[in-house]
Structure formats: structure tokens, C-alpha cells
């Protein structure tokens, strides 16, 4: 038995989708709309969006918070996931691609469910924890800027309960991490982070090679 990950070829992660994705049709429409923007390549994979739903189903989540929004692929799929009493939180500086978001949240019928924060991450975050509201998350999805990453990190684990669950998205790069050649702003600032939260004992961590890398860390 081989000690590795597949490395999927084309035809294989085909298969994957056609045995595993069960996509919304709300979702689908969200993901081919946003294939025609230049920057397309920003939002998660159909498979992650669907493992993070099905995490929150696991965790029973009724309180989320998102530090990147995009379109709103992945906020919608949490949102989906969520009881209808669920909360989910969702930050970022762009008027332009949220607009698509809240079009599709609407759509899906879970605007409600969404509170939409245009202002820089880390000042919802210090508001967040300035009115209370440390320890009262129960998942916590990073998928912004990777300077901050650890920046990020550090209120969401503030914010997220224990046994709350963490999920920061791009851990591996492209493969571009495990290249030390490789000295690229961003992709020194991932390296870093992951080393960071290797050695954190304030979580039980799993980074998997889903998509560009996601890394689950619980709270203890």
C-alpha cells in the first residue's frame, strides 16, 4: 500500500464528482457564473464546499464566521448547511463580487441566515470580540489574505468555542510551499503558517489535500 495521496488525473477527479458531488443547482449556477470572472480561480472547490457542509452538519453548527466571501460559493454552501436558526458571519473589503454573493444567497433563499461585513477582516473581528462574543463560534472558515493568515487565526481562536472547528483554505499552494526556492511573499507567509499551527497545542489538527490544501484545527 502506497504511503501517499493520489495525484489525480482529469479523468479520475471526474469520477470523484460523479460518485460524490450531490451539488445544489443554486450552487452549480454560482460556480459556472463565476468561471467567467477573471479572477475564477479565487473560489473553493465544488468537493470542499461540500465537505465543509457536511462538517457543519457533523459539528451542528448554528453560529459561523467567514474571512473571505468571493462570490459567496462557500458562504452559501455553510449557509445551506446551517438550521434555520444559523448565523453565519461573512467578511470582506469587495462591493463588486459580493454583490454576485448576496444575489445567489437571496436565490437560495438564506440571505437572512448571512450578515455581510464590508470593512476589513481583522476590525469585524476585533468588533466581534470588543462586543462579547469570544468563545460563541462554532466554525470559522479563513480563506483571505495569506499575510494575515495568522493574523486571522488568532481572533478566530478567539472567537470559535472549545470544540469549535477552524478551516483555513489554501495550506498547500499549489505545491508551492514544499519549494524552497520558492520565496514568494505570499507563499513564505503559508509556509510560516503552517509551521506555526503545526506547533500549536491550542488545537487537534488535520491538514488535507483537498483542492489547494485545507487544514481543520478544533479548539481544545
Not at 504511503?3 to 449556477?29: F, G, H, M, Q, T
Not at 457543519?56 to 449557509?79: H, P
Not at 468563545?135 to 495569506?146: E, G, H, M, V
Not at 505570499?186 to 485545507?214: C, M
Request: hydrophobic share 45%; net charge negative.
Amino acid at each position: 500500500m502506497g504511503n501517499k495521496n493520489l495525484n489525480l488525473s482529469d479523468r479520475l477527479y471526474d469520477y470523484l464528482l460523479s460518485v460524490s458531488l450531490r451539488e445544489p443547482e443554486v450552487l452549480a449556477e454560482l460556480r459556472q457564473e463565476t468561471a467567467q470572472l477573471p479572477m475564477s480561480i479565487m473560489q473553493i472547490a465544488p468537493e470542499q464546499g461540500q465537505f465543509m457542509a457536511l462538517l457543519i452538519q457533523l459539528i451542528g453548527a448554528k453560529k459561523a464566521l467567514e474571512v473571505g466571501v468571493f462570490t459567496g460559493y462557500s458562504s452559501l454552501c455553510v449557509a445551506l448547511a446551517m438550521p434555520p436558526e444559523g448565523k453565519l458571519v461573512a467578511c470582506d473589503i469587495s462591493e463588486e463580487y459580493t454583490a454576485i454573493a448576496k444575489r445567489y444567497w437571496q436565490k437560495a433563499g438564506v440571505a437572512n441566515k448571512i450578515d455581510l461585513r464590508i470593512a476589513p477582516a481583522l476590525e469585524t473581528l476585533d468588533h466581534l470580540l470588543a462586543s462579547g462574543q469570544a468563545n460563541t463560534f462554532d466554525f470559522a472558515f479563513i480563506d483571505a489574505d495569506k499575510k494575515n493568515y495568522p493574523n486571522y487565526y488568532e481572533q478566530a481562536l478567539q472567537l470559535v468555542r472549545p470544540g469549535g472547528l477552524i478551516a483555513i483554505d489554501n495550506v498547500l499552494w499549489s505545491g508551492r510551499v514544499a519549494d524552497p526556492a520558492d520565496q514568494d511573499s505570499s507563499t513564505t507567509a503559508i509556509r510560516a503558517f503552517n509551521q506555526k499551527l503545526h506547533q500549536d497545542e491550542r488545537v487537534r489538527i488535520s491538514l488535507l489535500p483537498i483542492a489547494d490544501g485545507l487544514t481543520l484545527a478544533m479548539k481544545v
